[in-house]
């Protein structure tokens, strides 16, 4: 999973547009912790700065004044494989028609074929990520055609798969979004500056205004000359192509920024929705509703308004903890719960709490936060799930569990209940939950809890990269 943003200055002003870039992946985050980097246009020559670790410790001002640009995408990584320094991402090429940088959120399913395709026809490859297939499979197709966008257009055609990108040509910012619409990407604008980020959070922070969702199937290119959309399958109308788009539902539920709109329906209404959808369908008697923080706190505000009961705070998530805990023993994993959360004694002594958390995967963190809780002075302790069982992996790179690790493939709901120690468990129906989605104009990719992988399942080859296996 990764946060893209792209920024170009349609003006001949000279322009530091890094700053710009800056802001827009500080606001992506929470999208990917692991690397971040931009990667900037100044008239014709690139360069790049990226590195392991958080957007903030990577640049300073020093940093992004020399970087300038009038046109720059950055990106900012979560970690699914191990990719190396070499992997991190923007990725920069000088190819026979100039100098190009990519930024993606991908899961190319015919990876394997096509990098074994192009090694066999002379390509090296410096990384094991998709962006670089993406970019090599660009730079050929890109001599046989007429623009950067018919490239594209053949590109696409190539991959199997699901991907949002943007890249940065000579004289262009482009972005991509697969067929299917499954990540998000989106165009704002201020000023006589175009932008496309993941989601609008980042226009919100820059005081850009939204102006749409890329459609599925949409190639668009920015330049002085103006804005042009090509389209992976023209022969369809605008709203079929929506219509006929499946953005993940982990979006709604965990993915995106509570202050973010995808496909005109408010993140934070859909968990709002959401929590008041569970209140109907697993409602319980508790003193006080309580959100995991700080994804669970929007469905636990609907979970409290449907029963009529207080919301109120009773963990609370310290920020500043790194990654870096060795978790390989149980008592190393519960320390690193302790460091993550602390529980607020005095507001959840003597009651009968109820906590809204987005899902439950593996089940691990929500077992020691209910055992804080009951240590605490809790009287009882009800979960409450603001998405369904999760049953399958997710092959497209949002969710890297496999079928072992997901105990709602090998246990009932009592089962589940009983290993993580919670007096009552409970998770709202795939059906409310899509409801619970009113404004959305597109279909929703839900694999994780149907099975049912719109986008198809990786090659042969790639099922024992991600070790995953189907039902
Ligand atoms: Fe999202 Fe689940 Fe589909 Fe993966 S399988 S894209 S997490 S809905």
């Known amino acids: 999973m990764s946060g893209l943003f792209g920024a170009i200055n349609t003006s001949d002003r000279k322009s530091d547009i890094a700053k710009t870039v800056y802001y827009g992946i500080f606001s992506l985050q929470h999208r990917g912790q692991e690397s971040a980097g931009i990667a900037v246009n100044n008239n014709g020559t690139f360069m790049v700065h990226k590195q392991p670790g958080m957007v903030a410790d990577i640049f300073d001002d020093v940093t992004l004044s020399a970087l300038g640009g009038e046109c720059a995408i950055g990106h900012t990584r979560g970690a699914d494989k191990v990719i190396g320094s070499d992997g991190i991402q923007p990725i920069l090429i000088k190819s026979r028609v100039g100098n190009i940088a990519l930024s993606s959120d991908s899961s190319i399913l015919n990876d394997d074929e096509i990098r074994d395709d192009l090694k066999n026809q002379g390509a090296i490859f410096q990384t094991n990520t998709d962006s670089e297939i993406i970019l090599s499979l660009f730079s050929r197709n890109r001599i046989g055609t007429e623009d950067s966008e018919h490239a594209l257009l053949e590109t696409m055609k190539n991959i199997k798969g699901v991907y949002s990108f943007v890249l940065m040509t000579e004289d262009k910012l ?130 409290a308004d449907g029963l009529g009961v207080p919301f109120g705070m009773g963990l609370l998530k310290n920020r500043y903890v790194g990654r870096t805990f060795i978790k390989s023993t149980q008592e190393q994993r519960e320390l690193a719960v302790r460091m993550k959360f602390a529980v607020l004694k005095t507001q959840v002594k003597d009651k009968r709490i109820a906590i809204v958390d987005d899902s439950l995967v593996r089940g691990t963190t929500t077992k020691h936060i209910i055992r804080f809780l009951k240590d605490n002075g809790a009287k009882e302790v009800h979960v409450r799930l603001a998405s369904p069982e999760v049953k399958f992996p997710c092959c497209y790179g949002v969710n890297a569990s496999t079928n072992a690790d997901l105990p709602a493939t090998r246990m009932t709901v009592e089962e589940i209940r009983d290993m993580i120690g919670a007096d009552s468990l409970g998770y709202i129906s795939l059906k409310s939950l899509k409801e619970a989605l009113p404004t959305i104009h597109c279909g929703t990719c839900s694999a994780c809890f149907d099975g049912n992988y719109i986008a198809g399942k990786p090659c042969p080859k790639t099922d024992s990269v991600h070790n995953v296996t189907y039902n």
């Open 174 to 303: 482009i972005g991509v979004r697969d067929p299917y619409g499954m990540r998000p990407l989106v165009l704002g604008k201020k000023g006589d500056t175009y932008m496309l980020s993941s989601e609008n959070c980042a226009f919100d922070a820059l005081d850009a205004e939204l102006i749409r969702d890329i459609e599925p199937g949409e190639i668009i290119s920015i330049s002085k000359e103006g804005i042009n959309s090509l389209y992976f399958d023209d022969a369809k109308t605008s709203e079929q192509r929506v219509k006929d788009g499946n953005v993940c539902i982990f979006e709604y539920v965990y993915v995106a920024r509570p202050d973010s709109v995808i496909d005109e329906m408010s993140i934070f209404d859909s968990r709002y929705k959401t929590g008041q959808a569970l209140a109907k369908e697993h409602p319980c008697e508790c003193d006080l509703v309580i959100g995991a923080p700080d994804s669970g706190n929007a469905a636990a505000l609907g979970f």
